[in-house]
């Protein structure tokens, strides 16, 4: 697929409340798109839809061809995902976890037990593997979380703030991982870390309150706004 998400005329209503206003945008194949937006601006309603985690009031979403309302199973095959913070059994470790999500998807016993093993050591997690997550830290949940994400190599990546919770040094890892998995992958990012979002997206989409205000490449914005930052104040009405 030349565009393996698109977003169609896409409003979300909480009761009364307009979270997301006729958002449209299409992202093409192994291209790393940042999705800015202030707080309440629509992101995470976005990406929920996305993961058919929520339906949508109106619009569509299309992952890979398939509609994510009407065939969720083949839509979602294709993705990996971290929505909001992760959290997962503490009684489990993270072999047992990635074991136990694997079979849910399929995965045959020899392969799943290969790719636990390269994402565990992908993630910083070997040393960690037969430990219960119970005693695991935010951002230690946060990598295997983002291990659980990439477990059956899936093409599209989505991921909500998923540096949340890291030490700089994690951080810096984290957009390591992504930089060097995304390569190949199309990667559909929210995140609030302007330097994060450049290293690691090519275009960015800016929201604010529920309407896309932008959706360009980082460098013509720079060009045009003198600093993506300076874009994002002046798009989102200097709120952050």
Same mark, same amino acid.
């Given at each position: 697929? @030349?565009?393996? !998400?698109?977003?169609?005329?896409?409003?979300?209503?909480?009761?009364?409340?307009?979270?997301?206003?006729?958002?449209?945008?299409?992202?093409?194949?192994?291209?790393?798109?940042?999705?800015?937006?202030?707080?309440?601006?629509?992101?995470?309603?976005?990406?929920?839809?996305?993961?058919?985690?929520?339906?949508?009031?109106?619009?569509?979403?299309?992952?890979?061809?398939?509609?994510?309302?009407?065939?969720?199973?083949?839509?979602?095959?294709?993705? &990996?995902?971290?929505?909001? +913070?992760?959290?997962?059994?503490?009684?489990?470790?993270?072999?047992?976890?990635?074991?136990?999500?694997?079979?849910?998807?399929?995965?045959?016993?020899?392969?799943?037990?290969?790719?636990?093993?390269?994402?565990?050591?992908?993630? &910083?997690?070997?040393?960690? !593997? +037969?430990?219960?997550?119970?005693?695991?830290?935010?951002?230690?949940?946060?990598?295997?979380?983002?291990?659980?994400? #990439?477990?059956?190599?899936?093409?599209?990546?989505?991921?909500?703030?998923?540096? #949340?919770?890291?030490?700089?040094?994690?951080?810096?890892?984290?957009?390591?991982?992504?930089? @060097?998995?995304?390569?190949?992958?199309?990667?559909?990012?929210?995140?609030?870390?302007?330097?994060?979002? +450049?290293?690691?997206?090519?275009?960015?989409?800016?929201?604010?309150?529920?309407? #896309?205000?932008?959706?360009?490449?980082?460098?013509? #914005?720079?060009?045009?706004?003198?600093?993506?930052?300076?874009?994002?104040?002046?798009?989102?009405?200097?709120?952050?």
């Amino acid at each position: 697929m @030349d565009e393996p !998400i698109v977003i169609e005329n896409l409003s979300k209503y909480y009761n009364h409340f307009l979270a997301l206003d006729n958002l449209s945008l299409k992202v093409k194949q192994n291209e790393n798109i940042g999705l800015l937006g202030p707080n309440g601006a629509g992101k995470s309603t976005t990406l929920k839809i996305l993961c058919g985690l929520i339906r949508s009031s109106s619009g569509r979403v299309i992952i890979n061809g398939q509609n994510v309302a009407e065939k969720p199973e083949q839509a979602l095959s294709n993705i &990996g995902a971290i929505v909001e +913070t992760p959290e997962f059994y503490p009684f489990l470790t993270p072999e047992e976890t990635l074991k136990y999500l694997g079979r849910l998807r399929g995965m045959q016993t020899v392969t799943l037990k290969n790719r636990i093993v390269e994402v565990i050591t992908l993630v &910083g997690l070997e040393k960690w !593997i +037969t430990v219960k997550i119970e005693k695991f830290s935010r951002g230690m949940k946060q990598r295997l979380a983002l291990a659980q994400t #990439l477990l059956h190599d899936p093409p599209i990546l989505i991921l909500d703030e998923p540096g #949340l919770g890291l030490d700089p040094r994690g951080v810096v890892e984290f957009r390591e991982i992504l930089e @060097d998995v995304g390569k190949d992958k199309t990667v559909f990012f929210a995140s609030h870390q302007l330097t994060e979002v +450049t290293q690691i997206c090519s275009q960015v989409a800016v929201i604010d309150h529920g309407k #896309l205000m932008v959706y360009s490449n980082i460098a013509e #914005l720079e060009k045009q706004y003198n600093s993506l930052e300076n874009a994002y104040l002046e798009l989102t009405g200097g709120v952050s």
